[in-house]
């Protein structure tokens, strides 16, 4: 016997569980998770019939969301996905509506915003980015091979430029998460075994669009990385052929 799909979000404001109280006032949750360098962010659109969003529950600069998604297939059967924490950085009221803008990171976070200069020698990769997180209370996770530099210069840059500039040069990327600044190698990351495929004519798929621009682009570009062994940044040039190739769209019939 099948089951007809009844998804339900989980919504903790400020550690107080209202999934509940908003299940029917919720009209869109818009979830992106920023593949690389940049940070998670959560879109809610909700009813606000009561005015409560502009009462006790108004979001201020230390709003914060726990926020995941509960699928129940029927017979206690179900699947969740925690989407993380997030924290209110932009609330837009529309007369009984109101539309929450989130990112995953605390608004008061001095790691976007504080400008530091420092000298880092003899550290790991996995030291300086775990230092640099205990430091703004945020956990590190690295998924890459451990990099050792024998002097990095931090000069008059936010700790989340630095770490981006050092990641970049070193041919990883970064990413932030539920609190956490997650370096990963996308090398690797392509060698592990596939979850699952999607077709564009997949019944799952309700909507898509896909976008290519033929006139103002570059003929090619340079791409810069840094070679461990050979303790220098590395530069190439990549023509607009070999981006075409790799830019391929497959679709199965």
């Known amino acids: 016997m099948g089951y007809a799909r009844n998804i339900k979000v989980l919504v903790f404001f400020n550690k ?3 999934s509940e109280e908003i299940a029917h006032s919720i009209s869109s949750v818009t979830y992106t998770d920023n593949s690389k360098n940049a940070i998670d962010d959560l879109e809610i659109e909700l009813e606000n019939l009561d005015y409560r969003w502009l009462k006790e529950w108004y979001p201020d600069e230390n709003a914060q969301l726990v926020v995941g998604i509960f699928e129940d297939l029927g017979e206690s059967d179900g699947k969740f996905l925690e989407l993380g924490t997030f924290y209110v950085d932009e609330p837009t009221f529309d007369n009984d509506r ?5 990112i ?3 608004l008061n976070q001095n790691i976007r915003d504080q400008k530091n200069s420092r000298a880092w020698e003899n550290v790991t990769l996995k030291e300086l980015v775990t230092q640099i997180a205990s430091k703004h209370e945020m956990s590190a996770e690295i998924h890459c091979e ?3 530099y024998k002097r990095l210069d931090q ?3 936010t700790d989340l430029e630095f770490i981006n500039r050092v990641v970049k040069e070193t041919g990883l990327n970064m990413k932030l998460s539920d609190d956490k600044i997650i370096i990963f190698d996308d090398e690797k990351m392509e060698e592990n075994e596939t979850i699952e495929k999607w077709n564009i004519h997949d019944y799952r798929i309700r909507s898509f669009s896909l976008k290519k621009k033929n006139k ?3 003929d090619k570009v340079e791409v810069s990385y840094y070679d461990a062994d050979k303790k ?3 530069r190439e040039i990549i ?3 070999e981006l075409e190739k790799r830019n391929n769209v497959e679709t199965d019939s």
């Open 16 to 18: 107080k569980d209202i």
């Open 98 to 102: 109101v539309t929450l803008k989130c």
């Open 104 to 106: 995953a990171l605390p």
């Open 146 to 148: 451990d990099e050792f």
């Open 155 to 157: 000069d008059k840059e």
């Open 216 to 218: 103002e682009i570059y």
């Open 232 to 234: 220098k940044i590395i």
């Open 239 to 241: 023509t607009k052929e």
